[in-house]
């Protein structure tokens, strides 16, 4: 239904599956540019690697495979730089596997 300036709105109570999608896809696209910020990080080393993947591959992630991507976000910079430099290994099984599952997807 539109109001008189032509403008879409919703009647309490009323639902449409168009509506509910729209909604979905507008949640969808505000985590997706959380997750875009979250991945901005204080080193160009990591935004090299974060920004791409989240552009390419985090959609096709399963829900457990997302939860443990978002988690490795949650990561202090020093300890994610040394993990997918090499230089140390993650002890986590969960956040060691997304650290090889993303540098398995890096382009040299």
């Not at 991945?39 to 399963?62: I, K």
Request: with cysteine.
């Amino acid at each position: 239904m539109t109001d008189r300036w032509g403008q879409f709105f919703i009647i309490q109570g009323a639902k449409s599956e168009p509506m509910e999608k729209l909604q979905q896809n507008a949640d969808s696209l505000r985590d997706k540019n959380r997750l875009r910020w979250a991945c901005r990080r204080g080193m160009l080393e990591l935004d090299v690697l974060f920004m791409p993947f989240v552009e390419e591959a985090y959609d096709d992630l399963n829900a457990e495979q997302q939860k443990a991507f978002r988690r490795l976000l949650t990561c202090d910079d020093p300890d994610l730089f040394a993990w997918f430099m090499g230089h140390q290994q993650c002890e986590d099984a969960e956040l060691k596997g997304m650290v090889d599952y993303i540098l398995s997807r890096v382009k040299v």
